[in-house]
Structure formats: C-alpha cells, structure tokens
C-alpha cells in the first residue's frame, strides 16, 4: 500500500473520519485502547507522533517508510469496514483501490507535487500525512492546500522562545498557536504581544479578548498580522504608538466583530 496516500485521505475527508479515530467517550465501552491528552487513542497517537518526527528524514529512509505503514495500519483498524471500503474506492474523488486483508493497494490519482517539495506519491487533494497530525495530535484545523500555507506564513513571525513561552503558559489573553511545539513541547507564542518578555501589551489582551482567541487563536494572529485596509498597514505594527492607536486597534477588532 502507499501508506503517504491512505493518511493523506484521511485527513482531506477529516470531518467524516475524524470521530472514528477518537477514543469513545461517555458511557459507551472505548474499544480502542486508552486515550492521550490529544484526544487520540493512545496506540494511534504513539505511532502519528514517530511518523512526523522522522518527517524530516530521507524520503526513502526505512525507519520512516516503516513508521507511516504502522500508521496508516493503526488509522484503518480504527474504521468500520464500510468506511474504511468507501475510503479506498468507494466514492469519487477519494483515494482509489482495492482493500486487502487489511492493507490498501495503491490507486492511481493526478495530485501534483507540494511547493514544500512533498512528492505526489504522497499526497492526496493537496493534503499529506503531516496533515492528519496536525488535527489528531494537536486539534489544528490549519491544514490543506487553503489552510496550510496560512499556518506556515504565521508560523514564520517571531516567536517568544520556549522558556518564555512555558514562563507565559497561563497568562491569559494570548494568542497560542497550537501545533508543532517547540522542543520544550509548549505551543507558540507570537513575540508581537509583548512590549518586553516579561509583559503583554493591555491592548493585545483587550483586542484578543474581543477576536475570541481562545477559541479560534489563528483568526486573532492572521488579523493583527495581515494588512488591514481600515488601519493602512499590519495592526501588529501599531503596538506601542500611544493611545491614540490603542484606541483604533480596539476600534478596529470590534468592528470587526461586531460586523459578522
């Protein structure tokens, strides 16, 4: 099977599998094993966790090949047959194949190849393995060919380093990007809500409070670091100009909010 593919699917059609691959919750019976603080069960999230820290190696690299076959194993254990049969070949524009003694034989699909470089061979509708991560490990919608490259462009503003990213586990009213912690396994801070490490901008708590970004923490970093067309420029480079702008950033996020 090309195992690349089959977790590519999985992730691509997310809203459908997604349920199957959480531990059963409530007074129902969990079938599948103890589940881990990610919401996964335990035995999946192990081996989803080995796939994306060999992500890095040689593309042909045994170690990872073997990791994304366990993987791709794991997720369709984890599927009612008639699931896991529509997956491989069962509607249009899903993976194509045949299911096998429980192994999936390689369909023969046009995706192109990543600008990360990520090969066809390993793609499926623009999604990739490291996808189905991001939404099993660490519930991050930022995924796919629309959402990904958002994710990486956020990503790549300054971040506060993960000593000072764990001294601010529980300030309240940051923006935390989830996903790919750093190595202290803490979530990402943007650097910008902060006049020095030790202290948030009160601005950036009040206009974070008002974006909701606890809730959808993405949407509140894209909005301070984007253009704005009310402001002229990014809000993130407003911070520190008085209260005068203060006053306009607050202005602005509520508008915002209040215009939805």
């Known amino acids: 099977m090309n195992p690349y593919r089959v977790l590519a699917a999985v992730a691509a059609d997310w809203g459908r599998f997604g349920p199957y691959l959480r531990p059963v919750t409530g007074d129902a019976a969990d079938t599948t ?11 999946l999230a192990s081996v989803l966790r080995s796939l994306r820290s060999l992500r890095s190696m040689e593309r042909h690299a045994p170690g990872r090949a073997a990791a994304a076959d366990e993987t791709a194993r794991s997720v369709l254990a984890l ?7 529509r997956l491989v070949a069962g509607h249009p524009g899903r993976l194509a194949g045949t299911l096998e003694n429980g192994t999936l034989e390689n369909g023969a699909l046009e995706d192109g190849a990543l600008e990360d470089g990520t090969p066809a061979s390993e793609t499926y509708a623009g999604f990739t ?6 939404l099993l490990l660490d519930d991050n919608p930022m995924v796919g060919p629309l959402l990904g490259p958002v994710r990486e462009r956020l990503l790549s503003y300054p971040m506060l380093d993960d000593w000072a990213a764990e ?10 990007l989830r996903g790919e912690s750093g190595a202290r396994g803490v979530d990402r801070i943007p650097s910008f809500q902060f006049g020095d490490a030790a202290t948030p901008w009160p601005v950036v708590v009040t206009v974070n409070g008002l974006l909701d970004a606890a809730r959808d923490p993405w949407g509140a970093a894209d909005w301070w670091l984007s253009a704005n067309g009310y402001l002229g420029v990014a809000p993130a480079e407003l911070l520190g100009g008085g209260s005068g702008q203060d006053g306009q950033l607050v202005g602005t996020a509520r508008y915002v909010v209040e215009g939805e």
């Not at 001294?167 to 935390?176: D, E, K, Q, S």
């Open 79 to 85: 599927l009612p047959p008639a699931e896991a049969e």
């Open 33 to 43: 094993g103890a589940g881990d603080a990610s919401g996964a069960p335990a035995a």
């Open 129 to 134: 393995a490291a996808d189905l991560a991001f």
């Open 167 to 176: 001294a601010h586990a529980r300030t309240p009213g940051l923006i935390r």
